[in-house]
């Protein structure tokens, strides 16, 4: 991980200039929406599970694997009780999406932050074809009796993305490997003894690599990280659990492998579901819609999106509210990493400084599109799905998917060809033309175009909603399958979250009453957390710090193979 060092002068000038900059974006948002509550935390804490988490103590198996403006109601007017962890200059943090309540046993600390547990990006998959040669190898742990079939894939020439040639130069790197370097010297992606570093253009970077059988994903500054490993199996499929770390706070989920077109991916399962009827509640209209306060309007975020983000002013049913939480989570979420990221990219040795002023500025209106009432009512159609389907799956019990053998070849949810909208969850690039790229950022929207994976596992995708100027609505490039995947999980973690927050708040602020809203343990329950998380991160950290280091020396001096 990078260090901030030099001048404690310095560090305080800069944080002076981040707080100027921050208190004119409170304080438009507390003059245009008179609420004052938080908005919801991205992922709120799993309801705790029946079976015991000692039964899976064990080591794991060898199978690898429509609104603002409204008054706020009494339960959204206090301050942020329920989200204790702030930063210091804002009020919303993601770091503030962990503390569990009585009735939730995991807590969701690093939750707001799968929205960058991404294994490979799409910008690891537009290198011009002497430095491409990407590998697989860095993608973790596949489905049993696989192996790292796509390890040796490389790219290859002639596929329908091959135009699509990012800007700036390949290197091959001493003692193998290659590296993307952007025209600006800034790396793009770096692929080095089986790890896989890649920046967006906003700063964020994602590390992935795997050691000792697990896969370690460093998510960036504000982001965390996580560590994969085989877990358990079942019916002939694979699970694998995951243990979020973030700022001294463990979360543990379960993933389910899947095998594709010769590379794994991996799918949020969920441990627990909620009662049928409570699903069903939140899918079928309300008697009448409801007017619901949020409280979000002195959040520096909200002041930051407003332009781009509005909630609906009435509620005709669940599935609308849950879209507005879902979309709210995800901004909040990238405000706050963006406040923390800020911190290492002002620092004068960063030469971030013309980088920094674009993303701490509100975007003007002219420059945000804002979101359609088109994309988020694909968004709620989707919510609609995801609860039929798991209320679909919660009526069946604990074997119905135990019994089910996976076939040898699987496409992830990502690829399903009714699920084509998705709200981004990282800092991607996407390469637009030749040698032309923009960015995407969390809450961004795009729709799947394709829905079969090129060569390099990337399918195209189109810009449908942005929060910036850079990438613009129309934009249409290749986008890698993992991304998708890992924007699909995150949807389906925050509608848990957000299933959890409508089951403390129906019955009041106006919401009609639920039905039972207790949960059941699902086939496959959490893990305990990996305390080894932290140690894995951090010393993964340390070695992409050192390989890029390398890489801006090679890359510098002219050495090894560039074009």
């Given at each position: 991980?990078?260090?901030?060092?030099?001048?404690?002068?310095?560090?305080?000038?800069?944080?002076?200039?981040?707080?100027?900059?921050?208190?004119?974006?409170?304080?438009?948002?507390?003059?245009?929406?008179?609420?004052?509550?938080?908005?919801?935390?991205?992922?709120?804490?799993?309801?705790?599970?029946?079976?015991?988490?000692?039964?899976?103590?064990?080591?794991?198996?060898?199978?690898?694997?429509?609104?603002?403006?409204?008054?706020?109601?009494?339960?959204?007017?206090?301050?942020?009780?329920?989200?204790?962890?702030?930063?210091?200059?804002?009020?919303?943090?993601?770091?503030?999406?962990?503390?569990?309540?009585?009735?939730?046993?995991?807590?969701?600390?690093?939750?707001?932050?799968?929205?960058?547990?991404?294994?490979?990006?799409?910008?690891?998959?537009?290198?011009?074809?002497?430095?491409?040669?990407?590998?697989?190898?860095?993608?973790?742990?596949?489905?049993?009796?696989?192996?790292?079939?796509?390890?040796?894939?490389?790219?290859?020439?002639?596929?329908?993305?091959?135009?699509?040639?990012?800007?700036?130069?390949?290197?091959?790197?001493?003692?193998?490997?290659?590296?993307?370097?952007?025209?600006?010297?800034?790396?793009?992606?770096?692929?080095?003894?089986?790890?896989?570093?890649?920046?967006?253009?906003?700063?964020?970077?994602?590390?992935?690599?795997?050691?000792?059988?697990?896969?370690?994903?460093?998510?960036?500054?504000?982001?965390?990280?996580?560590?994969?490993?085989?877990?358990?199996?079942?019916?002939?499929?694979?699970?694998?659990?995951?243990?979020?770390?973030?700022?001294?706070?463990?979360?543990?989920?379960?993933?389910?492998?899947?095998?594709?077109?010769?590379?794994?991916?991996?799918?949020?399962?969920?441990?627990?579901?909620?009662?049928?009827?409570?699903?069903?509640?939140?899918?079928?209209?309300?008697?009448?819609?409801?007017?619901?306060?949020?409280?979000?309007?002195?959040?520096?975020?909200?002041?930051?999106?407003?332009?781009?983000?509005?909630?609906?002013?009435?509620?005709?049913?669940?599935?609308?509210?849950?879209?507005?939480?879902?979309?709210?989570?995800?901004?909040?979420?990238?405000?706050?990493?963006?406040?923390?990221?800020n911190a290492w990219l002002l620092h004068p040795d960063a030469g971030n400084g013309t980088l920094v002023a674009s993303l701490l500025a509100v975007p003007a209106p002219e420059e945000t599109a804002k979101l359609s009432p088109e994309v988020k009512k694909d968004l709620a159609e989707e919510v609609k799905a995801l609860l039929a389907a798991e209320q679909a799956e919660a009526g069946k019990g604990k074997s119905s998917t135990g019994g089910q053998a996976a076939s040898k070849e699987e496409a992830?949810?990502?690829?399903?060809?009714?699920?084509?909208?998705?709200?981004?969850?990282?800092?991607?690039?996407?390469?637009?033309?030749?040698?032309?790229?923009?960015?995407?950022?969390?809450?961004?929207?795009?729709?799947?175009?394709?829905?079969?994976?090129?060569?390099?596992?990337?399918?195209?995708?189109?810009?449908?909603?942005?929060?910036?100027?850079?990438?613009?609505?129309?934009?249409?490039?290749?986008?890698?399958?993992?991304?998708?995947?890992?924007?699909?999980?995150?949807?389906?973690e925050s509608l848990k979250d957000g299933m959890g927050e409508l089951a403390k708040k129906q019955g009041t602020g106006g919401l009609p009453k639920a039905p039972d809203t207790t949960t059941t343990a699902g086939d496959v329950p959490a893990p305990e957390p990996d305390k080894s998380a932290e140690k894995a991160l951090t010393e993964q950290q340390s070695a992409a710090d050192q390989t890029e280091a390398e890489v801006k020396q090679e890359a510098g001096s002219g050495g090894g193979g560039g074009?």
């Amino acid at each position: 991980m990078n260090r901030i060092s030099g001048n404690e002068r310095v560090v305080q000038s800069w944080g002076v200039f981040l707080l100027c900059l921050t208190i004119p974006a409170l304080a438009w948002g507390q003059q245009n929406k008179k609420s004052s509550a938080p908005a919801p935390a991205p992922h709120a804490s799993a309801p705790a599970h029946a079976s015991a988490p000692q039964q899976h103590s064990a080591a794991p198996p060898s199978h690898e694997a429509a609104a603002g403006g409204h008054a706020s109601s009494p339960s959204h007017s206090a301050a942020p009780s329920s989200h204790n962890n702030t930063t210091a200059s804002h009020g919303n943090s993601a770091a503030a999406h962990g503390n569990a309540t009585a009735a939730h046993g995991n807590t969701a600390v690093g939750r707001g932050n799968t929205t960058a547990t991404h294994g490979n990006t799409a910008a690891a998959h537009g290198n011009t074809a002497a430095g491409r040669g990407n590998t697989a190898a860095a993608r973790g742990n596949t489905p049993p009796g696989h192996g790292n079939a796509a390890a040796g894939r490389g790219n290859t020439a002639g596929h329908a993305n091959a135009a699509h040639t990012p800007p700036g130069k390949s290197v091959s790197l001493k003692g193998g490997g290659s590296a993307h370097v952007r025209p600006n010297g800034q790396i793009r992606s770096v692929n080095k003894n089986g790890m896989h570093i890649e920046h967006g253009l906003h700063g964020g970077r994602t590390v992935v690599s795997t050691h000792n059988g697990a896969r370690v994903v460093s998510n960036g500054r504000g982001r965390g990280g996580y560590v994969q490993r085989a877990y358990v199996t079942r019916g002939g499929r694979s699970y694998y659990s995951r243990t979020y770390y973030y700022h001294g706070a463990y979360r543990s989920g379960v993933y389910q492998g899947y095998y594709y077109g010769g590379h794994p991916y991996y799918g949020y399962y969920p441990a627990y579901y909620y009662q049928p009827a409570y699903y069903g509640w939140a899918y079928n209209p309300w008697p009448a819609p409801v007017a619901y306060g949020w409280g979000w309007g002195g959040a520096p975020w909200y002041g930051y999106y407003g332009a781009y983000y509005q909630p609906y002013p009435v509620y005709p049913s669940a599935a609308f509210w849950l879209t507005d939480y879902l979309l709210a989570a995800s901004l909040q979420a990238a405000y706050a990493a963006q406040a923390e990221g800020n911190a290492w990219l002002l620092h004068p040795d960063a030469g971030n400084g013309t980088l920094v002023a674009s993303l701490l500025a509100v975007p003007a209106p002219e420059e945000t599109a804002k979101l359609s009432p088109e994309v988020k009512k694909d968004l709620a159609e989707e919510v609609k799905a995801l609860l039929a389907a798991e209320q679909a799956e919660a009526g069946k019990g604990k074997s119905s998917t135990g019994g089910q053998a996976a076939s040898k070849e699987e496409a992830p949810p990502a690829l399903d060809p009714k699920f084509k909208t998705f709200v981004v969850s990282a800092d991607l690039s996407l390469v637009v033309a030749e040698g032309e790229e923009c960015g995407l950022t969390d809450g961004d929207v795009v729709v799947r175009t394709t829905d079969t994976p090129d060569d390099d596992q990337n399918v195209n995708v189109k810009v449908v909603a942005s929060t910036k100027a850079d990438c613009a609505i129309g934009k249409e490039g290749p986008l890698a399958v993992d991304d998708l995947q890992e924007m699909y999980n995150h949807f389906r973690e925050s509608l848990k979250d957000g299933m959890g927050e409508l089951a403390k708040k129906q019955g009041t602020g106006g919401l009609p009453k639920a039905p039972d809203t207790t949960t059941t343990a699902g086939d496959v329950p959490a893990p305990e957390p990996d305390k080894s998380a932290e140690k894995a991160l951090t010393e993964q950290q340390s070695a992409a710090d050192q390989t890029e280091a390398e890489v801006k020396q090679e890359a510098g001096s002219g050495g090894g193979g560039g074009q």
